[in-house]
């Protein structure tokens, strides 16, 4: 082989092999989660989704006071690992009011695979809703809530879970009538890879 072509493909090797994790596919294969990958415009209302067999892994988002003091967002979403098998269902959950400190998870032991959200110009700040999909019927176990994202009101706000054993579930958000922002800690959870009979943990 070329010493040129070798030189070339030698530093890919780490690389591709870093993305693959213990279930045999890519670990960083995320869906739309780059600078230009925004799913709303500043005040407009929208509604994400991931792909069937996926869950959100990722959310970021930029604050920008001048325009309503509202937040454009973007996630990316991950397959979840064959030992979890295919969701049997998914709904939206109940609306969080704008305004409003809030906490809430999935209903029936799901798991977040999607976030719907409208602005509200009365109140400089947008209700929510968690698309969830349970996975047969398993069960999450050690829960805990991540800190606050962003750390400060008006901050870039960037999380990525990489550890497959630690799913979304949910967030807790603080409001503040001052600044007009929100910050999140999102609840994380272990699934259990056995059926349980637990309905909603």
Same mark, same amino acid.
């Given at each position: 082989?070329?010493?040129?072509?070798l030189?070339?493909?030698?530093?890919?090797v780490?690389?591709?092999w870093?993305?693959?994790?213990?279930y045999?596919y890519?670990y960083?294969?995320?869906?739309?989660?780059s600078?230009?990958g925004?799913v709303?415009?500043?005040?407009?209302?929208?509604?994400? !989704?991931?792909?069937?067999?996926?869950v =959100?892994v990722?959310?970021?988002s930029i #604050?920008?006071k001048?325009?309503g +003091?509202? $937040?454009?967002?973007?996630?990316?979403?991950m397959p979840t690992?064959q030992?979890l098998?295919?969701?049997?269902?998914c709904?939206?959950e109940e609306?969080?009011r704008a305004?409003?400190?809030?906490?809430q998870?999935?209903?029936?032991?799901g798991?977040?695979?999607?976030? !719907?959200?409208?602005?509200?110009?009365? =109140?400089?700040?947008?209700?929510?809703? #968690?698309y969830?999909c349970?996975y +047969?019927? $398993?069960c999450?176990?050690s829960c805990?809530?991540?800190?606050?994202?962003?750390?400060?009101?008006?901050?870039e706000?960037?999380?990525?879970s990489?550890?497959?054993?630690?799913?979304?579930r949910?967030?807790?958000?603080t409001?503040?009538a001052v600044e007009r922002?929100r !910050?999140?800690?999102f609840i994380?959870?272990?699934?259990?890879?056995?059926?349980?009979?637990?309905a909603?943990?």
């Amino acid at each position: 082989m070329d010493l040129a072509v070798l030189c070339v493909l030698l530093p890919l090797v780490p690389a591709a092999w870093g993305q693959y994790g213990d279930y045999g596919y890519p670990y960083q294969q995320y869906h739309d989660y780059s600078d230009d990958g925004w799913v709303n415009l500043n005040r407009q209302g929208f509604s994400y !989704q991931c792909p069937h067999g996926q869950v =959100v892994v990722a959310v970021r988002s930029i #604050f920008n006071k001048k325009e309503g +003091s509202d $937040r454009q967002w973007n996630y990316a979403c991950m397959p979840t690992p064959q030992s979890l098998g295919e969701p049997t269902e998914c709904w939206w959950e109940e609306i969080n009011r704008a305004g409003m400190e809030w906490y809430q998870t999935c209903s029936n032991n799901g798991l977040v695979a999607g976030f !719907q959200s409208r602005y509200f110009e009365s =109140v400089l700040d947008r209700e929510w809703q #968690f698309y969830c999909c349970r996975y +047969s019927k $398993r069960c999450p176990y050690s829960c805990w809530l991540t800190t606050e994202y962003p750390g400060h009101y008006g901050e870039e706000m960037d999380i990525i879970s990489y550890n497959y054993d630690y799913y979304m579930r949910g967030a807790t958000t603080t409001f503040s009538a001052v600044e007009r922002d929100r !910050q999140w800690k999102f609840i994380m959870c272990r699934m259990t890879d056995y059926d349980c009979e637990f309905a909603s943990v």
